[in-house]
């Protein structure tokens, strides 16, 4: 198990740091971080450091469990993450993610919140078939395919979703198409998506999400953060009481990229 020092964002003006003042504790909730040494690329441990500041500014208290391959599991998880990683990074999670795939499906089925990017997407899909044809199992929590290629698809995306409009960098070679009833996590504005062709990015069910946007995502979309959190909250405590949080830096920076890309 690891946390971050309560005095995290200490010393920053509030517009940056997004805090206001320090509320009254209202329990804790138990987030999950999934292989934070194999997964976790292109700054998706940013994810789980804004979700654990955020908890803290509207006053719940943030346990962040670092689950790592052949570790025990914890006794509770409120709100599961998961980054991105080289196929080589796949593979050395791969045995650990089967032994607690029946957990991560139940958990799933029972409506915890997960964020999965990348790489961690494509594992809690149907499978992943590498350049060479073979196939690696995965999950199936999500039902999404994704082969390999040659082309990578790199660079910002803008996505409409029920979080309201996400702004991301995508860096993947990894096609994904959704299965035939497969809902989306967004519809792409601007960038390649899941396959750069049918105009999708992610997938969504039941309350996981996954999706290649890196960033990392969730700083850059406070919105998003917070939905993940309200579900978290109020399965862990019964409600979902946020604090004052002062988005101003973030929510300028998200308008600026989507008026910059979209015109």
């Not at 997964?39 to 441990?45: F, K, R, V």
């Not at 069910?205 to 700083?219: A, R």
């Amino acid at each position: 198990m690891s946390g971050l020092p309560p005095e995290f964002g200490d010393g920053l003006p509030s517009a940056i740091t997004g805090l206001a003042e320090v509320p009254a504790d209202k329990g804790e909730v138990h987030v999950v971080h999934l292989y934070p040494r194999e997964m976790s690329i292109y700054g998706d441990l940013g994810n789980t450091r804004c979700l654990a500041a955020r908890l803290r500014w509207h006053g719940y208290t943030p346990i962040v469990h670092d689950h790592h391959p052949g570790g025990p599991w914890p006794e509770r998880a409120d709100l599961v993450l998961g980054g991105g990683g080289q196929d080589s990074g796949q593979l050395r999670v791969q045995n650990d993610l089967a032994t607690h795939a029946d957990r991560l499906r139940a958990l799933a089925e029972d409506g915890v919140p997960m964020l999965m990017i990348c790489g961690m997407y494509q594992l809690f899909g149907e499978a992943f078939i590498t350049v060479e044809g073979a196939r690696l199992p995965g999950l199936g929590i999500l039902d999404v395919t994704t082969r390999g290629n040659e082309t990578r698809m790199i660079g910002p995306v803008v996505l409409d979703t029920e979080f309201g409009p996400v702004v991301g960098y995508e860096n993947h070679s990894g096609s994904t198409v959704l299965g035939p009833d497969q809902g989306a996590f967004g519809r792409v504005r601007h960038g390649h998506g899941n396959n750069g062709a049918d105009g999708t990015e992610g997938a969504r069910v039941h309350n996981v999400v996954g999706s290649y946007l890196h960033g990392p995502v969730l700083p850059a979309n406070p919105e998003l953060a917070d939905g993940l959190l309200r579900i978290a909250a109020e399965r862990a405590t019964g409600e979902w009481a946020p604090g004052v949080v002062d988005d101003t830096v973030a929510l300028e920076a998200h308008d600026r990229q989507v008026r910059r890309l979209l015109g």
